[in-house]
């Protein structure tokens, strides 16, 4: 456990992702969005657009790119790494949580996050906006 702890540290005091300006592709998927695209699915660009996009009442902000696959529609957004971060942990925390508890909930997410991102083979997105990766 100890190495896997040190090992994860040493990712990110190394890992060009955790630079500034980094930015991460999420695979936006919901309700009405459920499926990743399959491994070896093509898939099609059909367009882009900037700003904001509510999704079954989620706003998603950033770069929203939308794909065309066999199994339908894709939304793709790309947005700055700790501007996902901070989604990430205002969704997953109470509002009266104690500040030590965000920072590490903070620190937690944006790790896991660069895993993900290191460890996915897909160049369309680096992870999923549901519970296959974090919320």
Not at 19 to 47: C, H, W, Y
Not at 48 to 68: A, C, F, H
Not at 87 to 106: F, R, Y
Not at 110 to 131: E, F, G, M, W
């Amino acid at each position: 456990m100890t190495h896997t702890l040190l090992a994860l540290f040493l990712l990110l005091l190394l890992c060009p992702f955790a630079e500034a300006g980094t930015s991460i592709k999420v695979l936006i998927l919901d309700d009405v969005f459920q499926n990743a695209p399959a491994k070896n699915e093509k898939i099609e660009r059909m367009g882009k657009l900037k700003g904001d996009l509510l999704v079954n009442g989620t706003q998603n902000p950033g770069n929203i790119e939308v794909w065309k696959g066999s199994g339908g529609l894709y939304l793709i957004n790309e947005l700055p790494l700790e501007e996902y971060i901070k989604n990430v942990v205002s969704a997953e925390v109470g509002a009266d949580w104690d500040m030590e508890a965000l920072k590490t909930q903070a620190v937690i997410s944006r790790t896991y996050a660069i895993y993900q991102k290191l460890q996915n083979n897909n160049p369309n997105y680096d992870i999923t906006s549901s519970v296959l990766h974090q919320v």
